[in-house]
Nanobody, 115 residues
Framework: QLQLAESGGDLVQPGGSLRLSCVAS????????MGWYRQTPEKQRESVAV???????NYADSVKGRFTISRDNAKNTMFLQMNSLKREDTAVYFC?????????WGQGTQVTVSS
């Protein structure tokens, strides 16, 4: 069974940066999309950034211009570079890979933006 492991979450001051990583335990085929989502106790899980198999990206309006999603296919890894972090970015961040046959989720990594 494939597993996704996120890392990189931390406590950071407003205006700071973090880079999240998501490593898949094995190579995947038939990928439709790879993405990052976030959730807080007050909100439902929301899409932050998604990259398609063709390399097209889509971002939530709240993170456009600040976050960048990327991937390294050779290392089965996906990244989320987060710059100019705001308090409202505080959440648990989950990575997701949607293939033609399955929907995979990681366990999440906590990002806290606070002074």
């Amino acid at each position: 069974q494939l597993q996704l492991a996120e890392s990189g979450g931390d406590l950071v001051q407003p205006g700071g940066s973090l880079r999240l990583s998501c490593v898949a335990s094995q190579r995947l085929f038939g990928i439709n999309t790879m993405g990052w989502y976030r959730q807080t106790p007050e909100k439902q899980r929301e899409s932050v950034a998604v990259i398609t198999s063709g390399g097209n990206t889509n971002y939530a309006d709240s993170v456009k211009g600040r976050f960048t999603i990327s991937r390294d296919n050779a290392k089965n890894t996906m990244f989320l570079q987060m710059n100019s972090l705001k308090r409202e970015d505080t959440a648990v961040y989950f990575c997701n890979i949607l293939t033609k046959w399955n929907d995979y989720w990681g366990q999440g990594t906590q990002v806290t933006v606070s002074s």
